[in-house]
């Protein structure tokens, strides 16, 4: 299957990740939308949010989140998952925005 971000998640393309463990990888958003803007992704392929197969794969995401965040010394940021096209998702291989480093507005736009 020719999805980018299972080829990070495996290592086809070398990426700096910021966290890794058996489920799930953190890496740097390409076009960085703040100071800080990263990625969380499950290392299984799902689309989207819509094909999640077990309610596990969201509690392996989210609760990296704050552990990531501690690393990082944030401790306010916007998590966004994009759903679909219209939603603004463009890569569909599911995956968590955190964004910090600045205000954001609401609601987002
Ligand atoms: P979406 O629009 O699907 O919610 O978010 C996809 C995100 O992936 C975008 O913010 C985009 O900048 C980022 N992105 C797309 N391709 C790559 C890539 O090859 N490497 C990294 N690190 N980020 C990517
Ligand atoms: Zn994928």
């Given at each position: 299957m020719d999805c980018i971000f299972c080829k990070i998640a495996n290592k086809e393309i070398p990426s700096e990740l910021i966290y890794e463990d058996d489920n799930v990888v953190a890496f740097n958003d390409l076009s960085p939308q703040a100071p800080i803007h990263f990625l969380?992704?499950?290392k299984k392929h799902y689309e989207s949010l819509n094909d999640i197969d077990s309610q596990v794969v969201f509690g392996q995401i989210f609760s990296t989140i704050p552990k990531i965040a501690?690393?990082?010394n944030i401790k306010e940021y916007r998590t966004v998952v994009n759903t679909g096209k219209s939603a603004g998702?463009?890569?569909f291989h599911l995956h968590v925005h955190v964004m910090s480093g600045r205000n954001f507005t609401w609601p987002a736009g």
């Open positions: 969380v992704i499950p501690e690393k990082l998702q463009t890569v």
